[in-house]
């Protein structure tokens, strides 16, 4: 995310709330990371001046982080956490720029030895030839390993806007320009995420001198190797750059970015392999809106993001914080939370969520009460995650256009979750259920419209593999594949999904279930379908 709110640190008040996973905080600290083990979420922020980190979430057990030997205890960047919680990424800023004997540098912290190490940082001379170090942090791999960063560059009068600053990435051996053995004049960059084991990093360069922000150019880098294809440019004909990522999923295929443009910004999920952007829509209504996406889960199947009313930027109490996931598509934090802890959120708006925990289920961020601008901070446990990936048998359509039955059964075959929703182009879901399954098991049945049912057992230890495929043939929509499908089948025999004798629309006996490969036609291929499955039945 690119803007950071550091509020002034005084007494904290933990809200007084009905509900143990939703918590509200007055005059607190920026949170800018989080990460969960066994339920327990761990924190991590700054109070503008040092850097902190919270095992649960009584904010006022967290634990100041120490500067290395030989620097200040002011704190630069954007600290995080690796996904155990062990390694927290802080940059090391004891003045705007450095100098010979001041250190700016990437620097860790190990939680199991109360160590904080620096990495060191890019040596440059300024304009008036004085050398200068200069650093700031502002991600970490998921193994704790690699901690990405800018280097600052240029005489300490130079505004924000025009220093020419370059991606870098800390390793335990030091740091490395990840734009070229030397200093880029006229390049500015971040390398701001990086995936589980740093073999991939995120961030942008762009050219100073045709304007900082609205030329970023995203791209990915493997360290050592090269840096990959930048991302492909929007298809909206008024998006002015190419995405710039905030976060990637595990493997470095999925990242969370956003695209700018002249009259919004959406947020964006790109994949890397396939090329192709899933986009969140712009919000609707008389004002105008921009989407920043500020997190992203180790799967790459939660993200989330902000709202900001692009005409009345300056005020943040219009802000309006949102999760996505492939299977629920968009939902506005405020809502998800007064559906899952209703009467918990005492009126206060979460304008952005700040961190999401690797499996996403936490986040944290910042809230606002109405008029008043950001006066408190939260974290929230979203609900329980269950994913997986699905394969729709028989079809060569796109199955993330196809819609999607999922419910959610205890012991006794109650219903006590459900939810319609897609696969994402992987094949992938994810859904946010409100069921708390503890150690109890359940089961989740799957249902397409002319697929039969699938059941699949759910429990704390399968949550996170819950594959499945769907059987086809199910015409008539029952969870049986009998005669009334081949009926049906009949009747739509030969009908064109686009019929040059019906002027392109679909033919007078078209049925879309009919159609069971997705190829736009029904024919002897789907016959054979029907042929092949006849009298199965699906789970119930």
């Known amino acids: 995310m690119n803007s950071k709110f550091f509020l002034s640190f005084t007494t904290l008040a933990l809200a007084a709330l009905s ?109 008036s030839g004085t050398p200068r170090l200069g650093a700031s942090s502002w991600g970490i791999s998921g193994d704790g390993l690699t901690v990405t960063g800018q280097a600052y560059m240029g005489s300490s009068t130079t505004s924000y806007a025009t220093n020419r600053v370059a991606p870098m990435l800390g390793t335990i051996a030091g740091t490395t320009n990840l734009l070229g053995a030397g200093v880029v004049p006229t390049s500015n960059g971040r390398a701001q995420c990086a995936n589980f084991d740093g073999t991939y990093v995120g961030g942008y360069s762009s050219s100073s001198a045709a304007g900082f922000y609205w030329n970023k150019v995203g791209g990915v880098w493997q360290p050592g190797v090269a840096m990959l294809a930048p991302y492909p440019l929007p298809t909206s004909a008024t998006i002015k750059t190419i995405p710039a990522p905030v976060a990637m999923s595990a493997d470095g295929r999925l990242m969370a970015t956003s695209g700018s443009s002249a009259i919004g910004q959406q947020a964006c999920l790109f994949d890397r392999v396939t090329g192709k952007a899933q986009y969140v829509p712009l919000m609707t209504g008389s004002l105008q809106f921009r989407a920043t996406t500020s997190g992203l889960s180790s799967y790459g199947d939660v993200m989330t993001g902000f709202y900001v009313d692009f005409a009345n930027s300056s005020n943040l109490a219009l802000n309006v914080g949102f999760v996505w996931t492939p299977t629920m598509g968009q939902v506005r934090l405020n809502d998800l939370v007064d559906n899952y802890y ?199």
């Open 19 to 127: 509900h143990a996973q939703y918590y509200e905080y007055t005059n607190a600290v920026s949170f800018s990371g989080i990460t969960a083990n066994a339920g327990v979420p761990t924190l991590v922020g700054s109070t503008g001046t040092q850097a902190f980190y919270c095992v649960g979430t009584d904010i006022n057990a967290k634990v100041f982080i120490p500067a290395p030997a030989n620097t200040s205890s002011s704190f630069s960047g954007y600290p995080g956490i690796s996904y155990d919680g062990t390694k927290i990424n802080v940059g090391i800023d004891s003045n705007a720029f450095g100098d010979a004997t001041v250190h700016n540098v990437l620097a860790q912290f190990d939680v199991t030895t109360g160590v904080t190490t620096a990495f060191g940082a890019l040596n440059y001379y300024s304009s």
């Open 342 to 540: 209703p009467g918990t959120r005492n009126a206060v708006n979460l304008i952005r969520p700040a961190a999401i925990s690797p499996d996403g289920e936490w986040v944290a961020g910042v809230m606002s009460l109405p008029a008043t601008g950001p006066a408190k901070t939260f974290v929230v446990h979203l609900g329980t995650a269950l994913r997986g990936d699905g394969t729709l048998l028989d079809f060569i359509g796109d199955q993330s256009n196809e819609t999607l039955n999922f419910t959610l059964k205890d012991s006794s075959g109650t219903t006590v979750d459900s939810w319609t929703g897609k696969l994402d182009p992987r094949g992938h879901f994810c859904w946010l259920s409100k069921v708390d399954l503890g150690s109890a098991d359940f089961h989740l049945f799957v249902k397409g419209s002319h697929w039969l049912a699938k059941s699949i057992l759910v429990n704390a230890s399968t949550k996170n593999s819950l594959n499945f495929s769907l059987i086809n043939g199910d015409v008539h929509d029952d969870n049986i594949v009998d005669l009334t499908d081949y009926t049906e089948l009949v009747v739509a025999f030969n009908a064109l999904l686009v019929d040059p004798n019906n002027g392109n629309a679909p033919s007078a006996n078209w049925q879309a279930s009919a159609d069971l490969n997705g190829d736009g036609v029904v024919d002897l291929t789907d016959y054979i379908i029907v042929a092949t499955n006849f009298n199965m039945v699906g789970d119930n």
